[in-house]
């Protein structure tokens, strides 16, 4: 069966560390993956898209790699701050078409000062 | 500014009413999206739609139904509300061209009594 697995326990890190988090995929060819931000009480917010053709991107201090070969990305936050505490969501397109996104549940990241 | 707007954040409804949730962007978007979100299920679709009048079911559909008359407004209909239909409801659109990121509107906390 298709599933996307993300880390459900959140994770803790501390103020100036890298946060590393995890997306695993089994049973999907997706042509991209995305990353989302979500703060209690509101919708999704878009971070980053990787096709499957690119091996990493960068924006400012966040990193998305993917390996299509393991099924995985990792999202990486350097420096963190405590404003980067929320949780992240990854999204790979279902290969159906109409740019239909499968979400995974989302990892929480706290970020202590 | 691009903006998705939701009509209400917070609702509640007996069992058996009938419910409108609507959904309106402004960013002259192609693609249009209903989830619910519930924890530890992560973001599920429950339908779509990439034009006006048209729809598709996602993946649960049953005890919803959409219309889609203007571009810019898609609406959730609950037929008859049912208390395992309390849940977070969120709107998104999305462009046809381009990066297919999906912008998200602020959700509606639906509670069924």
């Known amino acids: 069966s298709q599933k996307i697995e993300q880390n459900s326990e959140a994770l803790n890190i501390q103020e100036g560390k890298t946060a590393t988090l995890t997306c695993n995929y089994t049973?999907?060819?997706?042509?991209?993956l995305q990353w989302y931000r979500q703060d209690p009480g509101r919708g999704p917010v878009f971070l980053l898209l990787i096709r499957e053709n690119e091996k990493e991107k960068r924006k400012e201090r966040l990193k998305v790699t993917f390996d299509t070969t393991l099924k995985q990305s990792l999202f990486h936050i350097t420096a963190s701050q405590p404003a980067d505490s929320a949780t992240y969501l990854c999204a790979l397109d279902s290969d159906t078409g109409f740019q239909k996104l499968v979400f995974g549940t989302g990892t929480r990241l706290l970020v202590s000062p | 500014d691009v903006k998705v707007t939701q009509s209400s954040r917070y609702l509640v409804k007996r069992t058996g009413e009938k419910v409108f949730l609507e959904c309106v962007q402004d960013m002259d978007h192609e693609n249009m999206f209903w989830y619910r979100q519930d924890p530890g299920l992560g973001l599920r679709l429950i339908y779509f739609s990439y034009d006006v009048k048209m729809k598709e079911k996602g993946d649960i559909p049953e005890g919803y139904s959409v219309s889609r008359e203007k571009k810019e407004r898609f609406s959730l209909i609950l037929e008859s509300a049912s208390t395992n239909q309390t849940s977070m409801y969120l709107c998104?659109?999305?462009?046809?061209?381009?990066?297919?990121?999906?912008?998200f509107g602020p959700g509606t906390r639906l509670t069924v009594t």
């Open positions: 049973n999907y060819s997706p042509a991209y």
């Open positions: 998104a659109s999305s462009r046809v061209l381009g990066i297919p990121e999906q912008y």
